[in-house]
């Protein structure tokens, strides 16, 4: 296997440096594992900007609820190891717990605005506990560019903001969402899906493509969404958290497609939260 592991800031700054002494670029790919085509996209991007490429792999506890599936979240390090060796990925960094927060862990890195609604408001805490974490993995590792998932677009638009706000030295590269065949965008919390619920999750990305061709024919937006909601209860979706047209940059809500918009939705299929976004392309 050519794909080292390192478990250590210090090795992996070690790695890196090394590299740099060689003038290589680095591209960082940051995951909670159980990887899946949609995280190795990301891995081959970053392979395509940089000479060099590197994963991360950590199930950050601090972006978890208290009643969230931390404790559960897929953990098979052995089999996203083969992955991303087969994809040419050069380092794993796959710190434990110990290492990302040392006893007497004090400081958090928070946002306002982008992450004030959707995600923010349904997942208390969350946005907090990931700005910290990708700020300590873009400062472990200063590579030149990292590579995010528009899966997550309210997640990649925080981190974009950040580094700006932060200044720091790294630049956000966004990937589109990868899907299955039906639709339905790959994601880790996927495997949680009895085989019924699994039939019914491609409804999601209907819905928001649906309500994203409506807002660019003009039709009216609050009778649409609302119609995609009952088709999605109908189709056996628990509860809709939120389907809504935003602004593409500020996520704000928007009235009318007057400017680049995305379609962000979050919703229950019995005990599974799934999330999915578009794009809404002025005509
Ligand atoms: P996670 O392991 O869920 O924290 O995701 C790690 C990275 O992979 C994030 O930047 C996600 O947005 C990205 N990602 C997750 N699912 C997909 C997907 N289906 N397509 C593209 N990127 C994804």
Redesign the pocket.
Known sequence: MALKTVRSVAELRAAVAAWRRAGESVGL???????????I??VEAARTHCRRSIAT?FV?PKQFGPREDFARYPRQEEQDRTLLDAVGCDLLFAPPLSEMYAEGFATTVSLVGVTDRWEGEARPGHFAGVATVVTKLLLQAMADKA???????Q??QSVKRMVRDLDIPVEIVG?????DADGL?????NAYLSETERKVAPALYRAITGVAAAAREGHDLDATIEAATAALLKAGFAAVDYLALVDAATLAPLATLDRPGRVLAAAKLGAVRLIDNVAAIPR
């Open positions: 790919v940051p995951t909670m594992g159980a990887l899946h085509r949609g995280h996209s990301l792999i950050n590579f995010f998932g528009e899966k997550d677009y997640q990649l990937c589109p969402t990868v899907r965008a790959l994601s880790s919390r």
